[in-house]
């Protein structure tokens, strides 16, 4: 267990606004929803987003059905989060005080994401690209890797960024593929990387991860292909794109593998340390901002009500 006097707890500055003049005034179901993550605070971020996010998904609901009132068949996340990511355009020249737009915190939260948390959206292109790569190669098709194995997240990231998706496993794709020969082992997808490999595939994970945190903040990144012979730019030509990246990718991206059940629970893991914790907090807070956002686009907060996502990056991320 990680010891509970080396960690810096999350120390949680509530979104509140003028406006909620009456318990009635608090959208009902994301209220009960927020109960709920404040309850496994401090001590469980991890835990206390999964139950943010039921707050963020119903709030990307609304705005799907505000934005859309005559016109739905079906609801969709896929539909709701383009709603979400649409309001959050909409506002992101928006003056939360007099010096900073939402499109200002947005970026300083980004500025701030920790490796580790660059490292699992690193790890999950290179993983599922590998077993997509064995599954479709015509000469590999007998070794029986399903497509059932690659992961939706995957899917997403290979369907709404096609260019970065290609130039990435053009490069560090086929770098990791050639270290392992993945099997399916029981129920599960083993990789079969030697051991003379496993420091090399955590450089090109680790690698990869830094690539995309430069992305993030620079949006254009400068990679190489495995013979280091072409030169490819990466890039989030446009605030959409941006945006789209980090919700889908990151946060999305985790509310799937962890509802799911796809990866360990990060602080009950056998490799969870201090980063688990901070990465943990790190997602929170950046959930916590979005919904925020969300909840201004809905009228339930004031602009400047979403300066309390200032306050909770400074005081619970290092090295700000």
């Given at each position: ?82 709603a979400l990511i649409d309001a959050v355009m909409t506002n992101l020249n928006t003056y939360i005080n007099d010096e900073t737009t939402i499109k200002d915190v947005i970026e300083k939260y980004i500025k701030n994401m920790p490796e580790k948390l660059t490292r699992f959206v690193a ?198």
């Amino acid at each position: 267990m990680i010891e509970n006097d080396k960690l810096k707890h999350l120390d949680l500055k509530y979104v509140f606004s003028e406006k909620w003049q009456s318990d009635n005034d608090v959208p009902y179901v994301i209220k009960t929803h927020l109960l709920d993550s404040y309850y496994c605070l401090p001590t469980r971020p991890d835990m206390a987003f999964t139950f943010l996010w039921k707050c963020i998904n119903n709030a990307y609901t609304e705005i799907f059905i505000q934005k859309n009132p005559t016109s739905i068949k079906q609801l969709s996340d896929s539909k709701s989060l383009d709603a979400l990511i649409d309001a959050v355009m909409t506002n992101l020249n928006t003056y939360i005080n007099d010096e900073t737009t939402i499109k200002d915190v947005i970026e300083k939260y980004i500025k701030n994401m920790p490796e580790k948390l660059t490292r699992f959206v690193a790890n999950f292109i290179l993983k599922n690209y590998v077993i997509e790569k064995k599954y479709y190669d015509d000469s590999q098709k007998s070794a029986g890797i399903a497509n059932k194995y690659i992961s939706s997240s995957y899917n997403t990231f290979k369907s709404q960024f096609k260019i970065i998706h290609n130039a990435i496993t053009a490069t560090y794709g086929e770098a990791y593929y050639k270290i392992t020969d993945p099997v399916i082992s029981g129920n599960t997808i083993q990789l079969n990387i030697s051991n003379e490999n496993e420091e090399k595939s955590h450089a090109i994970i680790r690698s990869l991860g830094n690539k995309l945190k430069e992305l993030l903040v620079n949006r254009s990144v400068t990679i190489q292909d495995s013979g280091n012979e072409n030169t490819l730019i990466l890039s989030l030509s446009n605030d959409k794109d941006y945006i789209n990246f980090i919700l889908r990718n990151f946060l999305y991206a985790i509310r799937n593998n962890t509802v799911h059940g796809k990866i360990a629970s990060r602080l009950n893991s056998h490799t969870k340390n201090k980063d688990s914790y901070s990465s943990s907090t790190y997602v929170y807070l950046l959930g916590y901002m979005f919904l925020s956002i969300a909840l201004y686009e809905l009228d339930y907060l004031n602009a400047s009500d979403l300066s309390v996502n200032i306050e909770n990056l400074e005081k619970n991320i290092p090295n700000i």
